[in-house]
Antibody
Framework: EVHLVESGGGLVQPGGSLRLSCAASGFSLSDYWMQWVRQSPGKGLMWVSRLSGDGSDAAYADSVRGRFTVSRDNAKNTLYLEMNSLRDEDTAVYYC??????????????WGQGTLVTVSS | DIQMTQSPSSLSASIGDRVTITCRTSQIVRTYVNWYQQKPGKAPNLLIWTTSNLHSGVPSRFSGSGSGTDFTLTITSLQPEDSATYYCQQSYTTPITFGQGTRLEIK
């Protein structure tokens, strides 16, 4: 059974950093594209980043490019999102997701439960 | 960026009704439109992938169609558990974009 568990969220001051983790089970991370999607309180879904199975192809939303870095540790079967220079507008629940099928770089077939990041002084 | 315009933004329907939600893309996205359902406080769930493919475990009352720039999610015979917010998404190119959501209320 596919299972994704995010962790690492919390309260951070503007300009600070956080690293989110997404522990995967039930499949091998190296076989799938992975995504990060966020949702600000009361708002809709916003795509943040994606990473290919072999880690060679990463993409970011304009609003986070240069501040966020997605990576993976296939040995630990864990996806990461390193977030630097955090802003108030980065406050959101962050979800990790697995591609619908092995070569799917956009469709999210499985989602974690989300982790809340609050950026506030 | 490809804009995804969903309509309506909210609707109210009765048990057993047929409901249609539309999504218009600002550019051609081939068939790379997906649909998600999200209930309050929960993660989204995939319903339909690449326009018309039903995700595993999703009831057959959900269906998707469309081409070009106009896509549709249809729910036939609405059930109480279908009360949720629905999002379309284009996965044709990055940045991947979502519609603003359609809140469906059961009367």
């Amino acid at each position: 059974e596919v299972h994704l568990v995010e962790s690492g969220g919390g309260l951070v001051q503007p300009g600070g950093s956080l690293r989110l983790s997404c522990a995967a089970s039930g499949f091998s991370l190296s076989d799938y594209w992975m995504q990060w999607v966020r949702q600000s309180p009361g708002k809709g879904l916003m795509w943040v980043s994606r990473l290919s199975g072999d880690g060679s192809d990463a993409a970011y939303a304009d609003s986070v490019r240069g501040r966020f870095t997605v990576s993976r540790d296939n040995a630990k079967n864990t996806l990461y999102l390193e977030m630097n220079s955090l802003r108030d507008e980065d406050t959101a629940v962050y979800y990790c997701g697995r591609g619908c099928f092995s070569n799917s770089g956009g469709c999210v077939g499985y989602w974690g439960q989300g982790t809340l990041v609050t950026v506030s002084s | 960026d490809i804009q995804m315009t969903q309509s309506p933004s909210s609707l109210s329907a009765s048990i057993g009704d047929r409901v249609t939600i539309t999504c218009r893309t600002s550019q051609i996205v081939r068939t790379y439109v997906n649909w998600y359902q999200q209930k309050p406080g929960k993660a989204p769930n995939l319903l339909i992938w690449t326009t018309s493919n039903l995700h595993s475990g999703v009831p057959s009352r959900f269906s998707g169609s469309g081409s070009g720039t106009d896509f549709t999610l249809t729910i036939t015979s609405l059930q109480p558990e279908d009360s949720a917010t629905y999002y379309c998404q284009q996965s044709y190119t990055t940045p991947i974009t979502f519609g603003q959501g359609t809140r469906l209320e059961i009367k």
